[in-house]
């Protein structure tokens, strides 16, 4: 009963509003190469919302549709087609956004039982509809 009432205050906008009222404190833990882990839900930048639900949902056509900048489409496809196929749908953290002039450089942390965990950097700018979508992803 107790797991059935958690679930239910957890899921949806009332739980995620509820969770935000919660008097915490403390910070998220850093990770050596990576960077301090970025709060899902209390993003520092727009960009970072955009990095965890790209590397949570399923891979497949629709997903350049949805996160990738129609530019770097085929490019991405092509070079990384094979990996996120193997990775998505994942369990993500990402890091801290580093603004730049004309992107956001945001890192992640990736992992998916057959890959392991991948560190990728993705780069992240304002698309035509002012939102923001993947122009490329690296690993350092």
């Given amino acids: 009963m107790v797991f059935f009432l958690l679930s239910v205050a957890l899921s949806g906008q009332v739980g995620r509003e509820g969770l935000l009222q919660l008097d915490a404190s403390g910070v998220l833990p850093s990770i ?21 639900q790209a590397f949570r949902d399923v891979y497949g056509p629709l997903w350049f549709e949805r996160y990738v900048q129609p530019e770097s489409r085929f490019a991405m496809n092509k070079i990384h087609h094979a990996a996120l196929a193997k990775i998505l749908p994942a369990k993500v953290a990402a890091a801290i956004a580093i603004p730049a002039e004309s992107y956001v450089l945001v890192p992640v942390s990736v992992y998916s039982p057959e890959l392991g965990n991948v560190v990728l950097q993705l780069i992240i700018t304002k698309d035509t509809s002012h939102g923001w979508k993947i122009s490329s992803i690296t690993v350092p």
């Fill in 32 to 52: 050596e190469k990576f960077g301090m882990i970025e709060d899902p839900l209390l993003p520092s930048h727009p960009a970072v919302t955009v990095a965890y």
